[in-house]
């Protein structure tokens, strides 16, 4: 029998085998979305598939693993000691195809007690343009596709299954490391887990069962303490990637009977271009904002999700089928915001405004004239929070989906491909106005040294953020390519070819405002403006303060 001393070291037991893993993959990763941005989920299991315990991440794969194992669980049957399985079908992996996922089982003794479960970023699998693919129609545009399948069996390299990826790879050297970096951090969270058993034998599921009850309460308390009704909200994407249309979104937020539901209903069908969401990925998104307003300072086990509820009907935008295109999985990002803004309406007294609304990624694919070697690197920019109902929004910050991911540094977009960057600034006037205002967003201009491709992929240039209470929409994010001379134009998801000398201009967009601007405090505009984030003509014609 386990006291509830017990309980809380094994939760922390298992808890910081997570973070070891989280270190293990970040010190052996050869590519910088993995070991600089952080763009990987880490999770482990009990042996029903519960979530047990995670390391800090990519927010929006929050819930993915928790999907994708269970296919592909379900798929390969039994596993044995020492094997390692690769998923990347996106509909099962509840994410694109370069979001490889591996997991492996745990024995003690001969008998399986757990699961491990790492998904990262990897930079090339065979598609059918380098770095990121931004016009797909199908998934077999979208590189080489594993079901579940075993890269380690009984301890051993599957050798053929290596080299099938070396060769459908334009990158094999990095891809390969990161294989085997997810391999090692495997590797190191299967020792730690055994060492656990070994150490407090039955307790362990007993705690778990403890912990993962306590979470369900927990939860279910937090969702009983929240307004109650159901609210819809809309928005839209710029568009597929394919044609210039704008995509609608709509979800519907309901609190209700101790459950809440997030329905998509109304929402578009799904779409030729590739931002068609798997519905994995589309519980995970719903996850996030969930465990946001509910449980938000406890770490996370399967059950602090028991009251939600996730509807999303087969072959529309947010429950991809096959063979739809999945890749540009920018629409998750931007739900995000939709479930909030459906929420606000019976809870703006509690929620702030929209953030800049998007993630504003960019990445340069070319030859790096010192190596010869092909390179393709990304960043993703950060945007301004909404204001909050008590304070100010914070920016330029990474969006809410990624929390704990960072942005690529300066220092390695300029050693690692042929982007100089002549400005990075925080962007005056560029968070909406409010009695709390938004925080503000981030200006970046680049000129780029060497010939190649500028990709910039961005959903949300053609509507604003939104605000809330009397609060106004700061101007939408906005990319410009080839400024000051005859080609420029703006864009927002697309593959331009740029020669050396060329320049593009970022500019990411601030976050809403809460409430009206007449009611902000003199002191807190002049403050404003000794910072720089509000300039003398915005405090006198917006806030009415003559400094």
Request: hydrophobic fraction near 40%.
């Amino acid at each position: 029998m386990a006291d509830g001393a017990t309980v809380e070291v094994i939760r922390s037991h298992l808890a910081s085998a997570a973070e070891e893993m989280r270190a293990a993959l970040v010190r052996t990763a050869f590519n910088p979305v993995i070991y600089e941005v952080h763009d990987f989920g880490i999770s482990i299991y009990d042996r029903s598939l519960r979530l047990v315990a995670e390391s800090t991440g990519l927010s929006r794969f929050l819930g993915a693993n928790d999907y994708s194992i269970r296919k592909g669980v379900e798929y390969v049957g039994e596993l044995s000691p020492g094997d390692i399985v690769l998923l990347n079908y996106p509909y099962w992996n509840a994410a694109h195809s370069y979001d490889a996922t591996m997991f492996a089982p745990v024995y003690v003794a001969e008998e399986l007690v757990a699961y491990l479960c790492i998904r990262a970023h990897w930079m090339d699998l065979g598609a059918k343009d380098p770095g990121y693919v931004l016009d797909s129609t199908d998934m077999h545009q979208e590189g080489l596709i594993f079901p579940g399948t075993k890269v380690y069996s009984r301890g051993e390299p599957v050798h053929d299954i290596h080299e099938l990826i070396r060769f459908n790879s334009r990158m094999p050297d990095a891809v390969l490391g990161d294989l085997h970096a997810q391999i090692a951090a495997l590797r190191t969270g299967e020792r730690r887990v055994a060492e656990i058993f070994s150490l407090y034998g039955d307790r362990v599921d007993e705690a778990i069962d403890r912990f993962v009850e306590a979470a369900a309460s927990s939860a279910a308390d937090a969702v009983a303490r929240l307004p109650q009704g159901s609210w819809t909200a809309e928005d839209w994407l710029d568009d597929d990637g394919v044609s210039d249309e704008p995509i609608l979104m709509r979800a519907t937020v309901t609190i209700a009977d101790g459950t809440f539901t997030v329905d998509f209903a109304g929402s578009s069908d799904a779409v030729p271009g590739p931002v068609n969401l798997p519905l994995g990925a589309t519980i995970a998104t719903c996850r996030v904002a969930f465990k946001a307003i509910t449980t938000p300072e406890e770490q996370t086990n399967a059950g602090h999700f028991a009251p939600l509820r996730v509807l999303a009907e087969p072959g529309t935008l947010f429950h991809a089928v096959y063979p739809a295109a999945t890749f540009t999985q920018w629409t998750g990002t931007v739900a995000l915001e939709l479930i909030y803004k459906a929420l606000a309406q019976g809870m703006s007294d509690r929620l702030p405004a929209s953030s800049g609304g998007d993630v504003p990624g960019f990445m340069m694919v070319g030859t790096h004239p010192d190596t010869g070697q092909m390179f393709a690197v990304s960043n993703n920019d950060p945007v301004g929070w909404g204001g909050a109902p008590d304070h100010d929004g914070i920016g330029p910050a990474n969006h809410l989906c990624q929390t704990q991911a960072r942005n690529t540094p300066v220092e390695v977009l300029e050693a690692k491909t042929g982007m100089f960057f002549e400005r990075v600034e925080i962007r005056t006037d560029s968070g909406g106005a409010g009695r709390f205002r938004g925080g503000c967003g981030l200006r970046r201009d680049i000129r780029f040294v060497t010939d190649g491709e500028f990709l910039s992929v961005i959903k949300k240039t053609k509507s604003a953020p939104w605000a809330l209470d009397g609060g106004r929409q700061p101007e939408p994010n906005t990319v410009v390519v080839f400024p000051g001379t005859a080609r420029e134009r703006r864009v927002s998801t697309k593959r331009t070819p740029v020669r050396a000398g060329d320049r593009v201009t970022l500019l990411t967009a601030g976050g809403g405002g809460h409430g009206d601007p007449a009611g902000r405090d003199p002191a807190a505009v002049r403050h404003d403006m000794d910072e720089g984030y509000v300039s003398a003509e915005a405090a006198r014609d917006v806030y009415g303060v003559i400094v």
